[in-house]
């Protein structure tokens, strides 16, 4: 048995939408087990309601939710009771939960987990990391995508090896490892990117070298090492492209008529959950003691089962071990 | 008459195919005089075949050419023979020459200017800047977009205000100017960001705060400031999130048949054009003496006619006394 800790409160969508997501990833998986924190006289009705075995779950009542308004810097000492800070520290006091997933405030959510849960050693600094879908149907793997902004050589070096131990416990053998610059060229890029390039070269990793951000969705890799801000301006700019284009697909959709309108609208709705980076899958945050699994703010039912099943996938493969081996801690 | 100084060696297309654009640029324009840097036996005779006014063009024959395997640091002393060379130093001896145009090795094309045309003032660094098409048909101006890599926050200031003066060049009044950042409100940001965004609210531009990546091509801003590594991730990142969707919809369009397949691959070919940000316009280097505007490397007659326009349209309205006024140089 897997155990896990899901907190439902904090997002746009109320809880009993989102608990659809942890009944669907509870049937499915016989070998999970789920601590919903949420409120209960909520969620136990529903789950009663859809005959989920109750040997897979238990509800753990919240009073208190951290909002996107609280200061993330404070909730983990002022908001005791709210189902986020009580969901880390669960998954802090008790051995046997492998990974906590939430919908909540990002900041709230990075700052506490580093505060309660603590990195894995004190010289490891945490990453945030999501998956990228590229054309053909693989996953790329961009880390960080946002947490550590201002990061001197080695600490990319560090996301590199922590999207290295990710991508190998989603069953990827032996990473390809490739580091955001302007050029392909090892003699390309910022003086960081040039140091943090020799670093890799020198390290164990499966490293190819640079990549542009004009190939990232079409290159033969499965890590993108890059600062948080960086990574942030690639992702939300892979956003604004895709979707600009898939929108272009829908104006010209409403120009046509019939069933050659309703194909084309069709297309432009698969695209658009195909390349939604936002909602698709969630950011993980690597290096704390134990896997956290963020789901957009908008998330759905369907993105908390999609972010269940990375959380399961991650403790069946002992990323934390993965990630030890990667720094021999 | 405005005259500008082009240079059709070291592209990936012969000379005669970039000269059709100057050819349409001189026909479609009577204010216009163009020192063609070429071939002599090979452009001359295609002139006289087209009836070109003699009187708005004159041909310098070149007997070298500046290729993208050529150190760029060395080629201002070793390829004086070179179109490339001879037209920045016919800009730099001419006084009534306002712009040069080249679709040679960029990295060539900045070094040389700089070395040769020199900064506005010991104090400016130039900055590479290009126009992206918004989905509204508006342009935005990226600056830096790939010239200045590691960049204080006051170099940042300095792109802002030469993409501020790009845009009033181009008849925007008042330009919109934002910062490239994580997060829309002014805390978010590296050190560097944080600070740049400081001296862009004390500064006398148009500032309108930070921009995320997400926004760029819908935005109501026409400038996005940044440094060049930034500005280049952001320029090949949106290169990557448009064309995957663009490949996407050629791909679909192979499902279809008849009439329906054909309308839609005609759609994807209009975007491919739309999207297209390598070919479509230049990028322009300011702050040199002269405004210098490089096309791509895989320009058409098309580019090098969109690429005079643009050293037209700067010269007709005074870039670099605007630049001046920004500066108080």
Chains 1, 2 share one sequence.
């Not at 009073?63 to 005791?80: G, L």
């Not at 880390?88 to 700052?111: N, P, Q």
């Not at 693989?138 to 550590?148: F, K, P, R, T, V």
């Not at 936002?278 to 945050?285: C, E, I, R, S, W």
């Amino acid at each position: 048995m897997i155990k896990i800790a899901v907190d439902l409160m904090g997002a746009d969508k109320n809880e009993s939408l989102l608990l659809s997501g942890v009944i669907d990833a509870i049937k499915e998986n016989k070998e999970l087990f789920v601590y919903i924190l949420g409120t209960e006289e909520v969620l136990s009705p529903i789950l009663k309601e859809e005959n989920v075995n109750p040997d897979q779950y238990e509800v753990i009542n919240c009073s208190d939710v951290v909002n996107n308004t609280d200061n993330p810097m404070e909730v983990f000492r002022t908001k005791a009771d709210s189902s986020m800070i009580k969901g880390i520290s669960l998954c802090s006091k008790t051995e046997d939960i492998e990974a906590f997933v939430s919908c909540g405030s990002t900041g709230a959510l990075m700052v506490s987990s580093m505060m309660i849960l603590r990195p894995l050693c004190p010289t490891l600094t945490p990453v945030l990391l999501c998956e990228l879908l590229k054309k053909n149907g693989e996953y790329i793997c961009l880390s960080d995508c946002g947490a550590n902004l201002d990061c001197p050589a080695d600490k990319i070096l560090s996301f590199a090896k922590m999207g290295s131990a990710y991508m190998k416990a989603k069953g990827v053998e032996n990473p390809k490892v490739r580091l955001l610059s302007n050029g392909a060229e090892d003699s390309k890029g910022t003086t960081l990117i040039k140091e943090t390039n020799k670093l890799l070269r020198e390290s164990s990793l499966n490293f190819l070298g640079n990549i542009e951000g004009s190939t990232v969705l079409t290159t033969d890799a499965d890590v993108i090492a890059t600062d948080g801000y960086s990574g942030n301006v690639l992702l939300k700019t892979l956003e604004s492209g895709t979707t600009t284009v898939i929108k272009e697909i829908s104006d010209y959709a409403q120009t046509l008529e019939g069933e050659e309108k309703e194909k084309l609208e069709a297309f432009a709705s698969s695209l658009t959950k195909k390349y939604d980076y936002n909602t698709q899958g969630g950011a993980v945050l690597l290096g704390v003691k134990k896997p956290v699994i963020k789901g957009h703010g908008s998330a759905t039912g369907d993105t908390v089962l999609s972010i269940i099943r990375i959380a399961y996938t991650l403790a069946k493969n002992n990323i934390v071990d993965k990630i030890k081996e990667e720094f021999g801690i």
